[in-house]
């Protein structure tokens, strides 16, 4: 019981960290990682299309 009166006393972010990360927010977050490497990856792929474009407008 006294657990509970502490756990009800707490803020919302320690509350946060008493249970620990979910596993919804760890998928959260991995998507948020796999979406930022792909996003990285298709402006390489646009840098690398111009720069083509450039070298092929010198020929």
Known sequence: MAQKQE???LTDSEHKVRR???QSYIE??????DDQGEN???QMDIQQSNKMMLLMQQL
């Not at 959260?28 to 990682?33: E, F, K, N, S, W």
Request: hydrophobic share 25%; net charge positive; no cysteine.
């Open 28 to 33: 959260q977050q991995q998507i948020r990682m």
């Open 20 to 22: 620990g990360s979910s």
């Open 7 to 9: 756990f009800s006393s």
């Open 40 to 42: 990285k990856q298709a």
